[in-house]
């Protein structure tokens, strides 16, 4: 027997032994049984295939080999379905069909109408395509193909573990793809020969040990590991120990042979031995190995330390569940966690379909069953029992346990439920250990407080809310009340000489009166109400680009005259290049001749406003500066709320106006009184019109639009 038939009958073996193990890990479930009966015709088609090689009986035991690959396809199309977890598409007749034609053309291959005339010659292996060998590489095709589309859209949309899962599968169809198909199928198909067949089985090596390590490493068909750190430890010094050895006797050949007396075989693995399991690297070592295994063994004390210095920061309520989440997860290496929340304000009537979730999704059967659970007596129950829990005497711990719940945590404060976690098994497959039990509780008390606290605050700032908005009410009704003063007392007038013109209205000095009195009352309603609409927004969006600085000179030349009439000096301090923004300039002149108007009325007995337009490289900042007696306390606390006035003829009107320009321009208004000096400050910082990423969305697009 050749050296490679025996590795081939090693590999068929080791093959059939992994789908059996896997079998009898857990034989009631799908993903089990779908495994083993994929496996299983792949080690028989191994053995058949190394059996031919080795010239025994080439006829029976080729078509032996056709036999099995026909069941092939069709069975690994059944384990993508439910790899790693059963998806939607595609339906299960569909997977019946495939298995039921593999089955068939299994039993014709028997008959040798696939292939037949199989023998060995000096060119190799040979044989005949029987009347459906074209049927059967279809049929091999077509379920390949499929089985890799399912496998394509579900790495697609997995996520987290399932994907990692699926890469490893992944990486292993593409190798047995290039070299099982090419060897075992194209080649044959188009020469007529298999001297390329004993190549085929080994590709297919990558893709069972890929999926094997997927099955060890991420707990796939819910196998336990079995390798302890013994084991691992040993199999690391033996791999260490072969490489020192291959490399000396590459190295020098001599000394292999005869320097040393001791054989060089153990004397390398003595010193590998102790090298590994020295004081310096033990420790390394076994930290890496743990963390390989998915079995970290953390200091608990330490861990807990952590985690109160974590969460001892004000945190909201799903802050704190977040961050509960990624500890116990980082600590303990859950699969997975929920952790269940209080809506704030939720009451027991609300639950338990109010909870806020955070990590993994659970039915709604699972929540009602937590928030029964919560009720009771005690934090935490460590759920008994896997798989069917119909056994247990409780039917809330029966439906945690159902859906793999592990372990359940309730958040308690004064003997209320504030918050639930939920525990899915360890991704080691080790049970939660009383050290974790008991970091759990007195994780779940630190937990509480934190949401005690978050749940305090949100309750503040809603009272805060609550304080500011019932303030802007009672703003709002004195600006309603002042506006209806200012508009009923010129209507009060207008009805007294309405209501006298009957009997006076032959009364000249009476109807003089009325023609010089009834119109400005109306022409101050509608000044009202004029200035009233220049507080809503501007619905024209058309925008031009203006240099501030010619803006600014046009705009104080308008008021030079007067200002000086009434004994007030301006000076202005603009800057010698442009200052272009985009905008309206009508609504601009106004802004600017009431901050103008403004600083000139604050100085009745007259005095100097000093008006400066500077850039900072990205901003345009205009400043009006007066001499008067500055801001009172009033106007400090709220300088552009409406009908706020310190004048005795003014509405209050202006400030709220400017402010309104302002923020159609993306600028930004301030007022302050001056740090130097008797007066006050108005400012208003504009975007250049350069700085295209600073300008308000709505002058973009009223600059599109024109």
């Known amino acids: 027997m050749s050296l490679a038939t025996f590795s081939l009958i090693v590999l068929a073996f080791a093959i059939c032994g992994l789908g059996a193990a896997v079998f009898r890990a857990a034989p009631a479930r799908a993903v089990n049984r779908w495994f083993v009966a994929w496996t299983g015709p792949m080690g028989c088609w191994i053995f058949a295939v190394a059996a031919v090689h080795a010239g025994w009986s080439p006829e029976w035991w080729g078509r032996l080999a056709f036999a099995s690959a026909s069941i092939l396809p069709g069975a690994f199309l059944g384990f993508t379905t439910i790899y790693p977890r059963r998806g939607e598409w595609p339906p299960r007749y569909i997977v019946i069909t495939a298995v039921v034609i593999g089955i068939a053309l299994a039993a014709l291959s028997v008959g040798g109408l696939v292939v037949h005339d199989v023998r060995l010659s000096d060119e190799g292996l040979r044989r005949e395509a029987g009347p459906l060998y074209g049927a059967f590489a279809g049929y091999f095709l077509i379920c390949w193909l499929t089985a890799f589309g399912i496998f394509v859209d579900r790495w697609r949309r997995a996520k987290g573990l399932a994907r990692v899962q699926l890469q490893f599968l992944g990486v292993g169809l593409a190798i047995a793809t290039a070299g099982g198909l090419t060897a075992n ?44 750190r013994g084991v691992a430890m040993i199999a690391l010094v033996a791999a260490l120990s072969g490489l020192s050895i291959a490399a000396l006797r590459i190295a020098s050949p001599a000394l292999a042979k005869n320097a040393i007396a001791l054989p060089l075989t153990a004397l390398v693995a003595a010193l590998i031995t102790a090298i590994v399991v020295s004081a310096p690297v033990a420790p390394h070592l076994t930290r890496m190995i743990d963390r390989y295994l998915l079995r970290g063994r953390p200091d608990l004390d330490r861990a807990l330390r952590d985690a109160v210095r974590d969460l001892a920061r004000l945190l909201r309520p799903l802050e704190a ?42 039915p709604e059967e699972v929540g009602a069953a937590a928030w029964r659970l919560s009720a009771r007596e005690g934090v935490l129950w460590v759920v008994a029992g896997r798989g069917d829990s119909s056994w247990l005497a409780d039917p809330d711990e029966a439906a945690l346990d159902r859906h793999g719940i592990e372990v359940f945590v309730a958040l308690k404060r004064s003997g209320n439920a504030l918050g639930i976690v939920l525990l899915g098994p360890r991704r080691d497959g080790e049970a939660y250990s009383a050290a974790a039990v008991r970091f759990l509780e007195e994780l779940a008390v630190v937990a509480a407080t934190v949401l005690e606290t978050g749940y305090l605050h949100e309750h503040q700032l809603t009272l805060e809310r609550d304080r500011e908005r019932l303030a802007h009410i009672a703003r709002l009704g004195r600006s309603y009340a002042t506006l209806a003063h200012e508009i009923r007392t010129p209507l009060a007038t207008i009805s007294n000489f309405v209501s006298g013109l009957c009997d006076r209205i032959d009364d000249p000095e009476y109807r003089d009166l009325v023609v010089r009195l009834v119109p400005a009352e109306v022409n101050r309603i509608v000044a009202l109400a004029d200035r009233l609409q220049a507080l809503a927004p501007s619905n024209d969006r058309r925008t031009e680009v ?33 200052l272009e ?25 007259g005095g100097r406003v000093l008006i400066s337009l500077v850039s900072d490289g990205s901003n ?14 009033q106007l400090l606390d709220s300088p552009f709320e409406a009908f706020v006035s310190t004048k005795p003829a003014g509405l209050g009107l202006g400030l709220s106006i400017c402010q309104e320009i302002a923020a159609e321009h993306g600028a930004r208004i301030s007022l302050r009184n001056r740090t130097e000096g008797r007066g006050a400050v108005a400012e208003v910082v504009f975007p250049l019109a350069t700085s295209e990423a600073s300008l308000p969305a709505t002058l973009k697009a009223g600059n599109g639009a024109s």
């Open 581 to 605: 923004i985009l905008g309206k300039a009508d609504r601009l002149r106004q802004m600017l001749q009431n901050l103008i108007r403004n600083a000139i009325e604050a100085m009745p007995d």
């Open 185 to 228: 199928l194209l080649l044959p198909l188009m020469t007529g020969r298999s001297s390329l067949a004993m190549l085929g089985p080994y590709s297919v090596l990558p893709l069972v040990l890929l999926v094997g390590h997927a099955i060890i490493r991420h707990r796939l068909l819910d196998l336990r590991l079995v390798i302890g």
């Open 321 to 362: 569940a977040r961050a509960l989440e990624r500890i116990v997860q980082e600590v303990l290496g859950a699969e997975w966690i929920t952790v269940l929340i209080r809506p704030l304000g939720a009451s027991l009537a609300d639950m338990p379909k109010a909870w806020e979730r955070v990590g993994h999704e659970i």
């Open 546 to 578: 203006v240099d501030l600085v010619r803006f600014t000179k046009e705009t104080v030349s308008l008021l030079t005259g007067p200002a000086e009439r009434s004994g007030h000096a301006i000076h202005l301090e603009v800057s010698s290049s442009p």
């Open 620 to 633: 345009a900042i205009v400043r009006v500066v007066d001499e008067g007696g500055g801001l009172s306390p």
